[in-house]
């Protein structure tokens, strides 16, 4: 024979199915967050890495002797 349940036995299994729904709801919500801050790292390492290129090409080229040829054309 099923077991009645009682009006607290049924409250308290509807609040726990609407905490349950809460939760992953959350845990969408923090999936969906944690794809978007693992692109921005992403982007972030691309730009440095692009910065750190373009820092070594000017180390490079203020590293280098330009002879007086090169001087005159850049200041005359």
């Known amino acids: 024979m099923p077991r009645r349940l009682t009006s607290t036995a049924v409250s308290k299994q509807e ?3 609407a905490t349950e729904r809460e939760l992953l709801e959350e ?3 923090l999936r969906r967050e944690e ?3 693992t692109l921005k790292v992403r982007q972030a390492r ?3 890495r692009y910065y750190e ?3 070594a090409l000017l180390k490079r ?5 330009p002879g007086l040829a090169a001087l005159f ?3 005359g």
């Open 15 to 17: 609040s726990l199915l």
């Open 27 to 29: 845990a969408a919500r």
């Open 35 to 37: 794809e978007y801050l």
């Open 46 to 48: 691309e730009q440095v």
């Open 53 to 55: 290129h373009l820092l």
């Open 61 to 65: 080229d203020w590293s280098q002797d």
């Open 73 to 75: 054309r850049r200041f």
